[in-house]
């Protein structure tokens, strides 16, 4: 059974977690770099459990994170969670020096990746927290009420100083604000400037939607009146010419369709209509609807079918067109005489279909790009070229189905194979 999406926030949250990997990381060379130097174990040790216990609650993070909703949800779980890092720092801080300690940049960071996601009130308050808590563990090492450790044996007893303390402590606090203010602005000048390229996207996709939807209207009667005048007989000098219009209004016809979908699919607009399905039966019927092509084309699809194929949960007609799309290029590519291998076999959890034929082949180089739109193959003779939307629709309708599609090809004149394989469980 499929899981539940992640909304935004638990993503934004997890993206912590994986920020807060990095900085477990950073720490623990930092501390084993200053222990080569110092070679003070208990310093190390006590470190080391301070940063194992980091380590320990960012591995629950995401099982809370997806397990309960309020969790991510409420920003005062971000501010517990961000106050728990600062105490992490604080413990480290502690630890390694106190107010030598090299770790006093880690609460700026913190601040940093707080403010970048637009919890500028949750920063503030964190600064607070972070500057009291460092002025006060200095502070208790000042007064030795805790006892001071050195990382690095380093002369004279600064830490000892309660003015030095303080004005770190201040330091710390105005240096936090000023990194909140800046990063914050960045941040939102960042944000406003994805809105308005995304308005524009939007904007540039209506319009172009608006030309498609019109072009529609006139392609459809050039069509049907061609269709008219090729069916009253008309003169010999007459017919390739009303062919060609015909052909050529079809093929604009059949683009701007391409077209409509894919913006339908990009914009999230697209819905699937899942029912089980029988592949094989789909793979039928796409056969036999181009049948006639494949006549014309003078070549052979060959059927491989495995027996006892589990049923999937598609989009039947968006499903149904992938195969048309595959097997038109694969008809379209190939040499007369050749042959086209359609097969279906259930790998893992996956039913996964290839469509293989015998022709012009794929260069290296193009395979990454082929299921992009408008890209064509640079060695595709003119008469075979594309639009350069069939493979790209193909995509986006395996992606919105959970799928996914691929091509494999031993270079030019060694054919090529088109597969894409769906979750039996979808």
Not at 100 to 120: N, Q, R
Not at 225 to 249: C, F, G, H, S, W
Not at 371 to 378: E, G, H, T
Not at 415 to 423: C, E, I, K, Q
Request: with cysteine.
């Amino acid at each position: 059974m499929s899981s539940k999406p992640l909304s935004e926030n638990q993503l934004l949250a997890l993206r912590f977690v994986q920020l807060r990997w990095a900085a477990i990381f950073s720490m623990s060379l930092i501390v084993l770099a200053l222990f080569l130097f110092s070679q003070r174990h208990d310093v190390f040790i006590n470190s080391f459990i301070v940063i194992g216990v980091a380590a320990i609650y960012n591995l629950l993070f995401p099982f809370l994170i997806k397990r309960f909703f309020f969790f991510t949800e409420n920003r005062v779980f971000t501010y517990f969670r961000s106050t728990a890092d600062i105490i992490v720092v604080t413990l480290l801080i502690h630890f390694t020096g106190g107010v030598e300690s090299p770790f006093g940049f880690f609460y700026l960071l913190e601040l940093a990746a707080i403010s970048m996601y637009s919890f500028e009130l949750i920063a503030v308050l964190i600064s607070s927290q972070a500057a009291f808590l460092y002025w006060v563990i200095c502070s208790l090492e000042a007064y030795s009420i805790l006892p001071h450790y050195r990382m690095v044996d380093t002369p004279g007893t600064i830490y000892y100083s309660q003015a030095y303390v303080n004005s770190k402590g201040l330091a710390l606090f105005f240096s936090s604000l000023l990194i909140i203010y800046i990063v914050s602005y960045l941040a939102k000048k960042l944000r406003d400037k994805q809105h308005q390229i995304e308005a524009m996207s939007v904007a540039q996709a209506d319009f172009m939607n608006m030309v498609m939807h019109e072009t529609k209207t006139p392609l459809t009667s050039i069509l049907g009146y061609t269709d008219l005048l090729i069916d009253k007989n008309p003169m010999e000098n007459q017919r390739d010419p009303l062919a060609v219009i015909k052909r050529q209004a079809k093929r604009i016809l059949n683009m701007v369709n391409d077209l409509l979908s894919l913006a339908r699919i990009e914009s999230g607009k697209s819905k699937l209509n899942k029912i089980d399905c029988d592949l094989r039966d789909i793979a039928e019927r796409a056969i036999e609807e181009i049948d006639p092509i494949v006549k014309n084309s003078g070549v052979e699809i060959v059927k491989e079918f495995e027996s006892s194929l589990p049923l999937v949960k598609v989009d039947e007609d968006k499903v149904h067109e992938i195969f048309i799309n595959l097997l038109s290029n694969a008809v379209k590519f190939s040499n007369k005489g050749g042959k086209i291998f359609v097969s279906i076999s259930l790998i893992g959890q996956e039913l996964t279909v290839a469509v293989r034929d015998e022709g012009l082949g794929i260069e290296k180089k193009d395979l990454p790009l082929i299921f992009d739109k408008f890209y064509r193959a640079s060695k595709e003779s003119v008469e075979r070229k594309g639009t350069g939307l069939g493979l790209a629709l193909c995509r986006s309708v395996i992606e919105l189905h959970g799928g996914r599609i691929w091509a494999a090809s031993a270079g030019p004149g060694h054919g090529s194979v088109f597969y894409f394989a769906l979750p039996v469980q979808a």
